[in-house]
């Protein structure tokens, strides 16, 4: 009888610890700095495009980009990336945006951390491979 109400009470314990951990994975986000963000997803895209002419990914991230901006700026950038896109130069985006707010990012937001959209997270081995063909 206390055999089977161990056995019961690990089973119980041990399926709770599963329960848990995958819980804990499944609200788990990737945060960065944005820097990081343009190091690991913008660079490599904008290769890329300038090798391949394939603007696809470079394009998925920018729509993003917006969202990762200070509030007081996120109408500002989403116009520079929009404007740029329009005309068909996603890769003159970056050097418009850091024009404009690149000290004074670099002064009030360095080390924030931003979520990164789980519909971007395989860009970067996505972008490797087609580098690499």
């Not at 119980?12 to 820097?35: P, Q, R, Y």
């Not at 005309?87 to 945006?97: A, H, M, N």
Request: hydrophobic fraction near 40%.
């Amino acid at each position: 009888m206390k055999l089977r109400m161990m056995l019961s009470l690990l089973l119980f314990l041990s399926a709770l610890g599963i329960v848990l951990n995958a819980e804990k994975k499944a609200t788990a986000s990737v945060e960065m700095n944005l820097h990081d963000f343009m190091e690991d997803y913008t660079k490599p895209a904008t290769k890329l495009y300038d090798k391949k002419d394939n603007a696809d990914y470079l394009n998925k991230i920018l729509e993003k980009v917006p969202d990762m901006a200070p509030d007081d700026q996120k109408v500002e950038w989403k116009e520079i990336i929009d404007a740029k896109l329009a005309v068909g130069k996603p890769d003159e985006t970056c050097k418009s945006c850091h024009t404009k707010f690149k000290k004074e990012y670099k002064a009030k937001y360095r080390k924030k951390l931003i979520p990164i959209p789980e519909d971007l997270l395989g860009f970067p081995a996505e972008i490797k491979a087609l580098l690499k063909k």
